[in-house]
């Protein structure tokens, strides 16, 4: 079965800091990864995903992940936060053996706080 | 595009009500998800709709949760009876057919907030 840890149930950083959101996921076959965020009184927003290729994903507002199949990892960065990054960030995980969608796993969740 | 649309975006009920909750996807999507977040846990997958056919209904609670997607278009979720662990968000999302599915990823609506009291 698969599985998403989020290590940290809280991330506090200053502004302009550079932040790192942890995940591991364990799973028996290959997978597709992905983060999305809920920014307050929202929906869930796919950040970045991985499917193949390159290891190093881009996403939207400045974030970006690397897939690290041996540490079975996909941690999501940022270079330098701004106070509209506070938002719930959620890994997630999907099994590709399938080629049709497939249902996703989520993480618990890490809410990144921003201080100015 | 219109997005994934739900409704209500929140519901405060009694325990014992029914509440139905409803999910219009994105139009021409063939595959529909419900998820659940219970309050400080994680997302958790309900069922997944193919069309109109129920194509993974393991998340499901207990026999109080029934799911519909009638003609394929929008699907309902009720809850009959509520109880006070039935409290959460649900979320609804929704991707284009198999081929596309996961190269597209998964639309998530803003989901409902319900809350049995």
């Known amino acids: 079965a698969q599985s998403v840890t989020q290590l940290d149930s809280q991330v506090p950083v200053f502004e302009e800091a550079p932040v790192e959101l942890r995940c591991n996921y364990s799973?028996?076959?290959?997978?597709?990864l992905f983060w999305y965020v809920q920014y307050p009184n929202q929906g869930l927003q796919l950040l970045l995903k991985?499917?193949?290729?390159?290891?190093l994903v881009k996403g939207i507002n400045g974030f970006e992940a690397e897939f690290n199949k041996s540490q079975t990892s996909f941690h999501l960065r940022k270079p330098s936060v701004h106070i509209s990054d506070t938002a719930e960030y959620f890994c997630a995980v999907s099994d590709w053996r399938y080629s049709s969608a497939s249902k996703i796993i989520f993480g618990s969740g890490t809410r990144l706080s921003i201080r100015p | 595009e219109a997005g994934v649309t739900q409704f209500p975006s929140h519901s405060v009920i009694e325990k014992g009500q029914t509440v139905t909750l409803r999910c219009d996807p994105i139009?021409?999507?063939?595959?529909l998800y419900w998820y659940r977040r219970v309050m400080g846990k994680e997302i958790k997958f309900l069922l997944h709709?193919?069309?109109?056919?129920?194509?993974?209904e393991s998340g499901m609670p207990n026999n109080r949760f029934l799911a519909e997607r009638t003609g394929g278009t929008y699907s309902t979720l009720k809850v009959q009876p509520a109880e006070l662990e039935d409290s959460g968000v649900y979320f609804c999302?929704?991707?284009?057919?198999?081929?596309?599915?996961?190269?597209?990823?998964?639309?998530f609506g803003s989901g409902t907030r319900l809350t049995v009291v």
């Open positions: 991985y499917l193949s290729g390159s290891t």
């Open positions: 139009s021409g999507h063939d595959n």
């Open positions: 799973s028996s076959v290959s997978v597709y």
């Open positions: 999302a929704s991707s284009p057919a198999r081929s596309g599915g996961l190269n597209y990823g998964y639309t």
């Open positions: 709709f193919v069309k109109e056919s129920k194509q993974d």
